[in-house]
Structure formats: structure tokens, C-alpha cells
């Protein structure tokens, strides 16, 4: 059974970082293409950023680029986001997920991922 787990949320200030961990177990992690997905109260879910399941290719949001990076270690089975120049509106809980398909790319669309973490969030204050 595959399993995520989401670690890093909390309180940030505008201008500052965080870095999300996404631990996953279950089935061979380096053959899937994992995503950062969040959603703020009220607004449906939308997509971050995702990296390929050998972590050459990425895709990120307009809304992040250039502040958050995706990045990935196949020996520990992580997915990292790491966020910068954080403001307000990246408050939200954040979700990590595992694409259907094995050797797969990146994708912006939540219907192409199985599995899902159960959210971590991430609070900043101006």
C-alpha cells in the first residue's frame, strides 16, 4: 500500500522560507512522477509544481515560479518543496502526490496522480 507523508508545514513570514518533505513508501518511488498540489480555505485545489520520476524534467505554477523548487532523492524516497520569498497568498495546505503511471512525467492535472498525502500547512504572515 502506498503511503505519503507530508513534514515541514507551519509559520512562515512574508519573504521568508520553508521546505516541505514528502516521504513515500509502498512501491518503487524512483518510477513515479511526483506533484505538490495546495489548497487555500474556500478555493478548490490547485496544482504547484511536479518533477519526473528521474527528476530531469519539472513544471511549476505561474504563481511559484521562480520562488519554489521541486527536487527529489530516490535513495530516501522523498519529494521535497522548498518555498521561498513566501507571501500570504501561498497559505494553504499543501498535498503531495504520486502520478497512476509508472515512468511518467509531470503533470498539472490532480487526475493523472493515485496517491495522496494527508496535507501539511502552511500558515505566512505578512
Known amino acids: 500500500q502506498v503511503q505519503l507523508v507530508e513534514s515541514g508545514g507551519g509559520l512562515g513570514q512574508a519573504g521568508g522560507s520553508l521546505r516541505l518533505s514528502c516521504a513515500a513508501s509502498?512501491?518503487?518511488?524512483?518510477?513515479?512522477?511526483m506533484g505538490w498540489f495546495r489548497q487555500a480555505p474556500g478555493k478548490e485545489r490547485e496544482f504547484v509544481t511536479a518533477?519526473?520520476?528521474?527528476?530531469?524534467?519539472?513544471d511549476f505554477a505561474a504563481s511559484v515560479k521562480g520562488r519554489f523548487i521541486i527536487s527529489r532523492d530516490n535513495v530516501k524516497n522523498t519529494v521535497y518543496l522548498i518555498m521561498s520569498s513566501l507571501k500570504p497568498e501561498d497559505t494553504a495546505v499543501y498535498y503531495c502526490?504520486?502520478?497512476?503511471?509508472?515512468?511518467?512525467?509531470?503533470?498539472?492535472?490532480?487526475?493523472?496522480?493515485?496517491?495522496w498525502g494527508q496535507g501539511t500547512q502552511v500558515t505566512v504572515s505578512s
Open positions: 502526490a504520486q502520478r497512476r503511471k509508472a515512468s511518467s512525467g509531470t503533470s498539472v492535472s490532480d487526475q493523472d496522480y493515485e496517491y
Open positions: 509502498g512501491r518503487p518511488f524512483s518510477h513515479y512522477g
Open positions: 518533477i519526473s520520476w528521474g527528476g530531469s524534467s519539472t
